[in-house]
């Protein structure tokens, strides 16, 4: 049995009168009878009695209409509570950064365009070590901007830009007077990473692995610490441009670029778990805009 059926059925109950309850639910009274038939057919019982091509509704039937009315006001209520929360995501977007090195101006521009959207930005850091079949369900995440790869089971990927490595170094560093620096002059150097255990900090490791760089030191700090610490430890940092929030005013810093040059992928990371709601669907295209005019304006 299923809601229509019952709908039928309760509107049968409702005028004990074939004629009238097809007229209310405007389909033709033979369709709705053989319908009563298949119902009654399935339960194994009669619903109605018939009387002088009357029907009047028996003991079974009462039965059925007393919980059939809860049935279909739970499934009407069911129904609205559905419905609201549909449109609730399609209204709101939770999105996680996974490192301060995304340009931020996107999420305003993004805001600006969709003034129907309720956006909500939460740092969120996420290793790259894959323990997690999908880390982003249970926190709170529709969409993660995050650097790549990110190797876990049920999440979505997609890349959208690229952006290049930097170091950043104090006034008086001997790489100071430089304009890049090759990779492999940093053996031995103090490095800092903008967390350990941050995609960020996976990447550096993994990298300096690569090119077997064996730092003297390696420690991590938040990002509001690194201009401080490298300048009092004459340390050195990796930074993408993104991530200088905390050094667009100090003249203690310079940027090098790392020579050969070296980038990591940025895109969006979400759960396949979880239908993509409209909103998610919106930011998505918003990126997707966005990056292929930057990209047709760098050309």
Request: proline share 4%.
């Amino acid at each position: 049995m299923d809601i229509t059926q019952l709908k039928y059925f309760l509107t049968i109950a409702k005028y004990q009168n074939i004629t009238q309850a097809s007229n209310e639910l405007n389909i033709a009274q033979p369709a709705l009878s053989m319908s009563l038939a298949r119902m009654e057919e399935m339960l194994g019982v009669k619903l109605f009695e018939r009387r002088k091509r009357k029907l009047y509704i028996n003991t079974y039937g009462e039965i059925l209409q007393k919980y059939g009315l809860q049935m279909l006001e739970l499934y009407e209520k069911a129904m609205g509570d559905i419905e609201a929360e549909k449109n609730m995501s399609e209204r709101t977007l939770s999105v996680g950064i996974s490192d301060w090195g995304f340009p931020r101006n996107i999420l305003s521009d993004f805001v600006e365009e969709n003034p129907d959207i309720d956006l909500n930005v939460n740092l969120m850091y996420l290793s790259n070590s894959g323990q997690d079949a999908n880390p982003l369900e249970g926190r709170g995440c529709d969409v993660l901007i995050t650097p790549l790869p990110v190797n876990y089971e049920y999440v979505c990927v997609k890349e959208y830009y690229r952006e290049r490595l930097y170091i950043i170094v104090p006034r008086g560093h001997r790489f100071c007077e430089q304009r890049e620096v090759d990779l492999r002059e940093l053996e031995g150097e103090h490095i800092y990473l903008n967390g350990y255990y941050s995609h960020f900090g996976w990447f550096v490791r993994q990298l300096l692995e690569e090119y077997n760089v064996t730092p003297g030191k390696l420690d991590a700090c938040t990002a509001e610490a690194l201009p401080k610490l490298v300048t009092v430890q004459n340390a050195l940092a990796f930074m993408v441009k993104g991530m200088n929030l905390y050094m667009e005013n100090s003249e203690e810093i310079r940027f090098l670029p790392i020579a050969p040059a070296i980038y990591r992928s940025v895109g969006l990371a979400w759960s396949s778990l979880r239908a993509p709601t409209k909103a998610m669907q919106t930011f998505a295209g918003f990126m997707e805009k966005r990056f292929k005019r930057e990209e047709g304006e760098e050309r």
